[in-house]
Nanobody, 124 residues
Framework: QVRLVESGGGLVQAGGSLRLSCAVSGRPFSGHVSGWFRQAPGKERELVAAIIWNTSITYYTDSVKGRFTISRDNVKNTVYLQMNNLKPEDTAIYYC?????????????????WGQGTQVTVSS
């Protein structure tokens, strides 16, 4: 099993920055993908960013390109989401997630493990 624990959410003014962390414990598979989804009130959960562990290939949804950066630390088994120039529309619960294999997918049901979520609130 894989356990994911997020941290780093909070309240920030528009234009500010936050860094989310996701500690991965258990036995990650040799090939896997780590990602961050978010869900705003009344909206579907969407894939924000993802990184293929073995190749470091990344994916970003269009609305965060140039502002968010996903990275991972192999030694610490931690995935990060650096969020800069935050906007009120970035307000959501952010979930760390993990899937087996090496293919990216925006489909929620294709991800195998989830963290509990961390709230990010951006005030205008």
């Amino acid at each position: 099993q894989v356990r994911l624990v997020e941290s780093g959410g909070g309240l920030v003014q528009a234009g500010g920055s936050l860094r989310l962390s996701c500690a991965v414990s258990g036995r990650p598979f040799s090939g896997h993908v780590s990602g961050w989804f978010r869900q705003a009130p009344g909206k579907e959960r969407e894939l924000v960013a993802a990184i293929i562990w073995n190749t470091s290939i990344t994916y970003y949804t269009d609305s965060v390109k140039g502002r968010f950066t996903i990275s991972r630390d192999n030694v610490k088994n931690t995935v990060y989401l650096q969020m800069n120039n935050l906007k009120p529309e970035d307000t959501a619960i952010y979930y760390c997630t993990f899937k087996r294999g090496d293919s990216l997918s925006p489909i929620r049901s294709e991800w195998d493990f989830w963290g509990q979520g961390t709230q990010v609130t951006v005030s205008s």
